[in-house]
């Protein structure tokens, strides 16, 4: 009786045992860590050997107080700690997925199967699984995070279909206001007699609002001509000083008739800059135009021009109606206007401040707007590298201001022993810009790829960086990025010039983004290149 008794409660152990054995041999070679803990104390009690390869631990640190607790992920501590202590009273199986910390730093998501081994006085054991499903996270956030960028990007397209499409609708709107004034009134002088005031006023009428259509298609063109690459400037040594006043005057009238005053605070010898006189006007001038059409009547609108270390600054500030925070970084986008709704106030395509925007970096320039808020006024600032010698008395005449560009010659800026690297993967391209850059007078370097830029980078020490964007392997985003992270001593702030045929304003704004100064859409022109790397570098 004893041995069939001994046999009998030594067999269910035996299978108990070997059961267990064939457990730990399967979860050994799954990234599963077994384990049980003492319900009184918290404290583990087994850990399975697994821990060491999937969390980095010494088996022998599960066993210290609350080690658990203090390298779980500092977000996941107090709501897993609270929910395991709430579910443990409560039910008899439960799971949960949080992350713990690894050793080397490493964060790891674990599933945990739970079973509750309880007496009359509570729970007393718990046991179960930590399953590695760190992968799947992954997956899971990398799907995430590629919908939302979906989601974004279509985003995008649809708020870039609309901008387009109210665009189009702005356009018409403007386009057929002068047209039916200019109609109508030529039709009415036909067909019918007037006295001398009416016909004053009628012709008046008809020819402001030929202006106005001149100026609408011009800056239509103008826009077709920064997309695609073929807007270009005239290059001269320019007095500022006369053209801002050239500027002035033409908005006077309507300031005058909207009873604004324009008040103008001009720094004697602000130097020279090198550019186009005419588009340099055109900026001031739109920049004046704005604000005396955004001021109301009677306000007030500042002219500034000085200079700040080696640039010269124009600001033009108003008492206007002022830009919105939300709206402040959109103002120099192309088609982009805060009110788009049929019942504005303000007339205009929404393209003004962008022909802006791009003709002062074709300067090599800068230009940024401030707003205290909606009805508080707005600031432009435009910012214009100067010429770094002062033109001698006697050379003065052959400055250009505003329309006496007839006679002088194109300047032609210095590029004698400038460095420059450029970075393009066609050859054709890499010899066009070797030689226009050379006939300047600067050092050329040209490298196929951004892996050979970056080695012409250290042994070139080039003065500034001209780059393509499209290029295989690694484009010219990846090359900036990488320029920007060395040090300055090797390099890291050198000015950069992207040269791309990506011409869009995303094309822009991710160029800049990226580390560039500039972007200058293909094809260039020649004078325009040497001006910006002249402007970039001081050279001019």
Same mark, same amino acid.
């Given at each position: 009786?004893?041995?069939?008794?001994?046999?009998?409660? $030594?067999?269910?152990?035996?299978? /108990?045992?070997?059961?267990?054995?064939?457990?730990?041999?399967?979860?050994?070679?799954?990234?599963?860590?077994?384990?049980?803990?003492?319900?009184?104390?918290?404290?583990?009690?087994?850990?399975?050997?697994?821990? @060491?390869?999937?969390?980095?631990?010494? /088996?022998?640190?599960?066993?210290?107080?609350?080690?658990?607790?203090?390298?779980? =992920?500092?977000?996941?501590?107090?709501?897993?700690?609270?929910?395991?202590?709430?579910?443990?009273?409560?039910?008899?199986?439960?799971?949960?997925?949080? %992350?713990?910390?690894? #050793?080397?730093?490493? @964060? @790891?998501?674990?599933?945990?199967? +739970?079973?509750?081994? %309880?007496?009359?006085?509570?729970?007393?054991?718990?046991?179960?699984?930590?399953?590695?499903?760190?992968?799947?996270?992954?997956?899971?956030?990398?799907?995430?995070?590629?919908?939302?960028?979906?989601?974004?990007?279509?985003?995008?397209?649809?708020?870039?279909?609309?901008?387009?499409?109210?665009?189009?609708?702005?356009?018409? =709107?403007?386009?057929? $206001?002068?047209?039916? #004034?200019?109609?109508?009134?030529?039709?009415?002088?036909?067909?019918?007699?007037?006295?001398?005031? $009416?016909?004053?006023?009628?012709?008046?009428?008809?020819?402001?609002?030929?202006?106005?259509?001149?100026?609408?298609?011009?800056?239509?063109?103008?826009?077709?001509?920064?997309?695609? !690459?073929?807007?270009?400037?005239?290059?001269?040594?320019?007095?500022?000083?006369?053209?801002?006043?050239?500027?002035?005057?033409?908005?006077?009238?309507?300031?005058?008739?909207?009873?604004?005053?324009?008040?103008?605070?001009?720094?004697? *010898? +602000?130097? +020279?800059?090198?550019?186009?006189?005419?588009?340099?006007?055109?900026?001031?001038?739109?920049?004046?135009?704005?604000?005396?059409?955004?001021?109301?009547?009677?306000?007030?609108?500042?002219?500034?021009? *000085? %200079?700040? *270390?080696?640039?010269?600054?124009?600001?033009?500030?108003?008492?206007?109606?002022?830009?919105?925070?939300?709206?402040?970084?959109?103002?120099? *986008?192309?088609?982009?206007?805060?009110?788009?709704?049929?019942?504005?106030?303000?007339?205009?395509?929404?393209?003004?401040?962008?022909?802006?925007? =791009?003709?002062?970096?074709?300067?090599?320039?800068?230009?940024?707007?401030?707003?205290? !808020?909606?009805?508080?006024?707005?600031?432009?600032?435009?910012?214009?590298?100067?010429?770094?010698?002062?033109?001698?008395?006697?050379?003065?005449?052959?400055?250009?201001?505003?329309?006496?560009?007839?006679?002088?010659?194109?300047?032609?800026?210095?590029?004698?022993? /400038?460095? @420059?690297?450029?970075?393009?993967?066609?050859?054709?391209?890499?010899?066009?810009?070797? $030689?226009?850059?050379?006939?300047?007078?600067?050092?050329?370097?040209?490298?196929?790829?951004?892996?050979?830029? /970056?080695?012409?980078?250290?042994?070139?020490?080039?003065?500034?960086? +001209?780059?393509?964007?499209?290029?295989?392997?690694?484009?010219?985003?990846?090359?900036?990025?990488?320029?920007?992270?060395?040090?300055?001593?090797?390099?890291?702030?050198?000015?950069?010039?992207?040269?791309?045929?990506?011409?869009?304003?995303?094309?822009?704004?991710?160029?800049?983004?990226?580390?560039?100064?500039?972007?200058?859409?293909?094809?260039?022109?020649?004078?325009?290149?040497?001006?910006?790397?002249?402007?970039?570098?001081?050279?001019?």
């Amino acid at each position: 009786t004893v041995t069939m008794s001994y046999n009998h409660t $030594t067999r269910p152990s035996a299978a /108990l045992k070997q059961s267990e054995k064939r457990l730990k041999t399967l979860t050994a070679k799954a990234r599963v860590i077994p384990w049980e803990v003492n319900a009184t104390t918290g404290n583990f009690t087994y850990v399975g050997p697994q821990t @060491v390869e999937i969390l980095g631990y010494p /088996l022998s640190d599960w066993y210290t107080d609350d080690f658990w607790a203090k390298h779980m =992920h500092p977000e996941d501590r107090e709501w897993a700690i609270e929910y395991c202590l709430e579910s443990s009273f409560s039910l008899n199986n439960y799971e949960f997925e949080y %992350r713990m910390l690894a #050793a080397d730093g490493r @964060v @790891v998501w674990l599933y945990d199967i +739970v079973n509750v081994v %309880r007496d009359e006085n509570g729970p007393q054991l718990l046991h179960g699984f930590m399953i590695d499903i760190t992968d799947r996270k992954q997956a899971e956030q990398e799907r995430e995070q590629l919908l939302e960028r979906e989601q974004a990007a279509r985003a995008d397209a649809e708020a870039a279909n609309r901008i387009k499409d109210e665009f189009l609708a702005t356009l018409s =709107h403007e386009l057929r $206001t002068p047209l039916n #004034a200019i109609l109508g009134w030529t039709q009415l002088l036909r067909n019918r007699r007037f006295d001398e005031t $009416t016909t004053s006023r009628a012709l008046e009428t008809i020819e402001r609002n030929t202006r106005s259509l001149a100026q609408l298609i011009e800056d239509v063109l103008d826009v077709s001509r920064i997309i695609r !690459g073929t807007l270009h400037l005239n290059i001269h040594r320019v007095k500022l000083a006369p053209l801002v006043e050239a500027a002035i005057d033409t908005v006077y009238p309507a300031a005058r008739a909207k009873e604004i005053s324009i008040n103008c605070k001009f720094e004697p *010898e +602000v130097g +020279v800059v090198v550019g186009d006189a005419n588009r340099l006007q055109q900026v001031v001038w739109n920049l004046l135009s704005n604000a005396v059409k955004f001021t109301p009547k009677g306000g007030r609108v500042d002219v500034q021009l *000085e %200079r700040i *270390e080696s640039c010269v600054q124009i600001r033009v500030s108003d008492t206007g109606v002022g830009i919105a925070a939300e709206f402040l970084s959109h103002v120099f *986008e192309r088609f982009r206007q805060e009110d788009s709704s049929i019942t504005r106030s303000h007339g205009g395509l929404g393209l003004g401040l962008a022909i802006v925007r =791009h003709l002062v970096e074709l300067h090599g320039g800068t230009v940024s707007a401030e707003s205290p !808020g909606i009805g508080l006024g707005a600031t432009f600032i435009v910012n214009l590298p100067m010429k770094a010698v002062y033109v001698e008395t006697n050379t003065a005449e052959q400055l250009s201001s505003v329309g006496d560009t007839q006679g002088v010659n194109n300047y032609l800026p210095n590029l004698d022993g /400038l460095r @420059v690297l450029i970075v393009d993967d066609e050859a054709d391209a890499r010899h066009l810009l070797t $030689t226009i850059l050379g006939q300047y007078g600067a050092q050329v370097m040209a490298a196929p790829s951004a892996s050979d830029a /970056l080695l012409a980078l250290q042994e070139f020490r080039p003065h500034i960086l +001209v780059s393509d964007i499209g290029m295989p392997q690694e484009d010219g985003y990846t090359l900036i990025r990488q320029v920007r992270a060395l040090p300055t001593d090797q390099g890291g702030r050198i000015p950069a010039v992207a040269l791309t045929a990506y011409a869009r304003a995303e094309d822009r704004t991710q160029a800049l983004l990226a580390g560039f100064q500039l972007h200058v859409p293909k094809p260039v022109n020649s004078a325009e290149l040497a001006a910006v790397v002249a402007n970039l570098t001081g050279r001019t």
